[in-house]
């Protein structure tokens, strides 16, 4: 039987003309070498891997025929990658299976996978930067192949229809895509079918999907099928996506992208540093990205994580969430800065536990909060617009940090009646433009052996005046009022303090550098001498302070403290 004497690394043959009877071409047989032309005899059946990788100057390859057609069923792994030269190849309709790597980094300018190729390998035609179109006839094929068309820069068509504009048209048999499957690639348009419905690897959008992750050219996507989850970077940094049209759901007259019913799971950064300009949350969205810890992070830090599902959308102005069981994310829309109004709707929206949900909207200045009864943490941290709020009665918890560096120049509790409010630690830090605030009743705090616990309410309002507390607080703890210096009043609940600025009644404990930074405009009153009588505060509350302390009708000087 005829063999084929490789001729590896061979930079003098130009041509090779194989003679009828040989069965397999070896691997590696032609690789690197400066072949321009080969003639495959009808007798072969398998090019086997690495046959003509790095072949820069092969410009044409014949699959030759004869009376019975021909026998050529394989491409092996990587078998023509890196075949700069080669624009154009013709597979005989024969071909079964296509390898890993088969075509990467080729000159191919379009190409056709016939019929009967029912098996494709991975990175097919990664790298191919001169690639426009690709035709897949085998109804056999279910998965588009991890990073089948990544990096393909000018590609915009797959299975286009006759005489249509090109546009990535997935075909009906294609159930999933596979990881980064069209990532870096130049489509403009992309139609998924009915078949499509776990838009997510292996269907957990807890696994890195990137399917069309760095499309810059990317404006329109269609699913035909009602969609159940969309994995994790999927369209991430596709900064021109603007239309998203879901069966089930719908795009707004203002361009709002309205998600289906049937949406559950959102992987993180699926959506960031996209172009849409509104989006509706669904009412049976669970995951808003993945499950994350970020108790311990700080904001610069948070910035920089890839978690957020619509993270940096900088053309982003409105968001409705109608979601009602949210479970899991974190960051979900953070530095978008062209947010202006957030609306909760819907009285089966009670809880969205995302920590830095719209950290960092500069322009976010309208929020609704309908009927949610808790915030997460740094859920609005530095939106600068934000100016005025107003708490319904129904939002009992406010979280660490909630509203520190904000814009707030007003925050309203009405109708509160006698509901207790927990506030947690720093919830209003940073607002340096809030000059008043009265809260209803406080949720007590509690005090262990260790001392009171971090507190920071106010820490840092500079220009904060006066604050009142409904039914007066037990604690002042650590913080609360450090760096306040315009503060003036502080009224605890129906303490007789109408004649003095800030009265602190019998039992109320004080921690360490709660006055800190009190300028000296300000008086600071007590009902009985903490110092002999009491011992029930930190030693350093008043290290700092400028202002007047008196205790027992006696002015002390606060560095006795």
């Given at each position: 039987?005829p063999?084929v004497?490789p001729?590896r690394?061979?930079k003098n043959i130009?041509?090779?003309?194989?003679q009828?009877?040989?069965?397999?071409i070896?691997a590696?047989a032609?690789a690197n070498?400066?072949i321009?032309?080969?003639?495959?005899?009808?007798?072969a059946?398998k090019?086997?891997?690495y046959?003509?990788y790095?072949?820069d100057?092969l410009k044409?390859?014949?699959?030759?025929?004869?009376e019975?057609?021909?026998a050529?069923?394989?491409i092996g792994d990587?078998?023509?990658?890196?075949?700069?030269?080669l624009?154009?190849?013709?597979l005989?309709e024969t071909l079964?299976?296509v390898g890993?790597?088969?075509f990467?980094r080729s000159?191919?300018t379009?190409m056709?996978l016939?019929?009967?190729?029912?098996?494709?390998?991975?990175?097919?035609f990664?790298?191919?930067?001169?690639?426009t179109s690709?035709?897949i006839?085998s109804?056999?094929i279910?998965?588009i192949?991890e990073g089948?068309f990544?990096?393909?820069?000018k590609?915009?068509?797959?299975n286009?229809?006759?005489?249509?504009?090109?546009f990535?048209n997935i075909?009906e048999?294609?159930t999933?895509?596979g990881?980064?499957?069209f990532?870096?690639?130049g489509v403009?348009?992309v139609?998924?079918?009915?078949s499509?419905?776990?838009?997510?690897?292996?269907g957990s959008v807890?696994r890195?999907?990137?399917?069309f992750e760095d499309?810059a050219?990317?404006?329109?996507v269609e699913?035909k099928g009602?969609?159940?989850?969309?994995?994790?970077?999927?369209f991430?940094?596709?900064?021109?996506?603007?239309n998203?049209?879901?069966?089930?759901?719908?795009?707004?007259?203002?361009?709002?992208?309205?998600l289906?019913?049937t949406?559950?799971?959102?992987?993180s950064?699926?959506?960031k540093?996209?172009g849409i300009?509104?989006?509706?949350?669904?009412?049976?969205?669970?995951?808003?990205?993945?499950?994350?810890d970020?108790?311990?992070?700080?904001?610069?830090?948070v910035?920089?994580?890839?978690?957020?599902v619509f993270?940096n959308c900088q053309?982003?102005?409105?968001v409705?969430i109608k979601?009602k069981?949210i479970?899991?994310?974190?960051?979900?829309?953070?530095?978008c800065?062209?947010l202006?109004?957030?609306t909760?709707?819907?009285?089966a929206?009670k809880?969205?536990?995302?920590d830095?949900?719209?950290?960092?909207?500069d322009?976010?200045a309208?929020v609704?909060?309908?009927?949610?009864?808790?915030?997460?943490?740094r859920a609005?941290?530095?939106?600068?617009?934000?100016?005025s709020?107003e708490?319904?009665?129904s939002?009992l918890?406010i979280g660490?940090f909630?509203?520190?560096?904000?814009?707030?120049t007003s925050?309203?509790?009405?109708?509160?009646?006698?509901?207790?409010?927990?506030l947690?630690r720093?919830?209003f830090k940073?607002?340096?433009?809030l000059?008043?605030?009265?809260?209803p009743?406080m949720?007590?705090?509690?005090v262990t052996?260790s001392g009171?616990?971090?507190c920071?309410?106010?820490?840092?309002?500079?220009?904060l005046?006066?604050?009142?507390?409904?039914?007066g607080?037990?604690?002042?703890?650590?913080?609360?009022f450090?760096?306040?210096?315009?503060?003036?009043?502080?009224?605890?609940?129906?303490?007789d303090s109408?004649?003095?600025?800030?009265?602190?009644p019998?039992n109320?404990?004080?921690?360490?550098?709660a006055f800190?930074?009190v300028?000296?405009g300000a008086?600071i009153?007590f009902?009985?001498?903490?110092?002999?009588t009491?011992g029930?505060w930190?030693?350093?509350w008043?290290s700092?302070?400028?202002a007047?302390?008196?205790?027992?009708?006696?002015?002390?000087n606060?560095?006795?403290f």
């Amino acid at each position: 039987m005829p063999t084929v004497e490789p001729i590896r690394k061979n930079k003098n043959i130009k041509k090779v003309s194989l003679q009828s009877g040989i069965t397999e071409i070896p691997a590696y047989a032609f690789a690197n070498s400066s072949i321009e032309e080969i003639n495959i005899p009808s007798t072969a059946e398998k090019i086997s891997m690495y046959a003509f990788y790095g072949c820069d100057k092969l410009k044409t390859v014949t699959f030759e025929e004869d009376e019975n057609g021909t026998a050529f069923e394989s491409i092996g792994d990587c078998a023509f990658s890196d075949c700069s030269s080669l624009s154009a190849l013709k597979l005989p309709e024969t071909l079964s299976s296509v390898g890993d790597s088969a075509f990467a980094r080729s000159g191919l300018t379009a190409m056709t996978l016939p019929v009967n190729c029912g098996v494709l390998g991975v990175n097919l035609f990664y790298g191919c930067q001169n690639l426009t179109s690709v035709n897949i006839l085998s109804a056999d094929i279910t998965t588009i192949p991890e990073g089948m068309f990544a990096n393909c820069l000018k590609l915009e068509g797959v299975n286009t229809p006759e005489n249509e504009e090109p546009f990535v048209n997935i075909p009906e048999n294609i159930t999933e895509l596979g990881h980064e499957a069209f990532r870096a690639s130049g489509v403009k348009k992309v139609v998924l079918p009915v078949s499509v419905k776990a838009f997510a690897v292996s269907g957990s959008v807890d696994r890195l999907a990137s399917y069309f992750e760095d499309c810059a050219n990317l404006t329109d996507v269609e699913f035909k099928g009602k969609v159940t989850d969309i994995g994790m970077r999927a369209f991430y940094n596709c900064e021109k996506l603007v239309n998203i049209k879901f069966a089930g759901g719908s795009i707004g007259s203002d361009g709002t992208i309205v998600l289906p019913d049937t949406l559950v799971n959102i992987g993180s950064a699926a959506f960031k540093n996209c172009g849409i300009s509104g989006v509706e949350l669904p009412v049976n969205l669970v995951k808003l990205g993945g499950s994350v810890d970020l108790s311990l992070s700080t904001p610069d830090t948070v910035a920089t994580m890839n978690i957020g599902v619509f993270q940096n959308c900088q053309n982003l102005k409105k968001v409705t969430i109608k979601s009602k069981g949210i479970t899991t994310g974190g960051a979900a829309f953070m530095n978008c800065d062209a947010l202006e109004s957030v609306t909760f709707g819907g009285t089966a929206v009670k809880k969205v536990p995302v920590d830095y949900m719209f950290a960092s909207c500069d322009k976010l200045a309208s929020v609704n909060f309908g009927s949610l009864t808790e915030l997460p943490r740094r859920a609005f941290y530095a939106c600068s617009s934000l100016k005025s709020i107003e708490i319904p009665t129904s939002l009992l918890k406010i979280g660490e940090f909630v509203f520190s560096d904000c814009g707030l120049t007003s925050v309203s509790f009405a109708k509160w009646g006698t509901r207790q409010l927990d506030l947690g630690r720093g919830a209003f830090k940073g607002c340096s433009a809030l000059t008043r605030i009265d809260l209803p009743n406080m949720k007590a705090i509690s005090v262990t052996v260790s001392g009171t616990p971090e507190c920071e309410w106010f820490m840092d309002c500079s220009l904060l005046e006066t604050v009142t507390f409904k039914n007066g607080v037990n604690v002042l703890g650590k913080n609360i009022f450090n760096g306040c210096s315009a503060l003036k009043t502080v009224k605890l609940g129906n303490a007789d303090s109408t004649d003095v600025g800030i009265y602190i009644p019998e039992n109320v404990i004080i921690g360490n550098y709660a006055f800190n930074g009190v300028g000296e405009g300000a008086t600071i009153t007590f009902e009985t001498n903490y110092y002999y009588t009491l011992g029930v505060w930190d030693a350093n509350w008043a290290s700092g302070c400028k202002a007047t302390i008196v205790m027992d009708n006696v002015i002390m000087n606060p560095y006795l403290f």
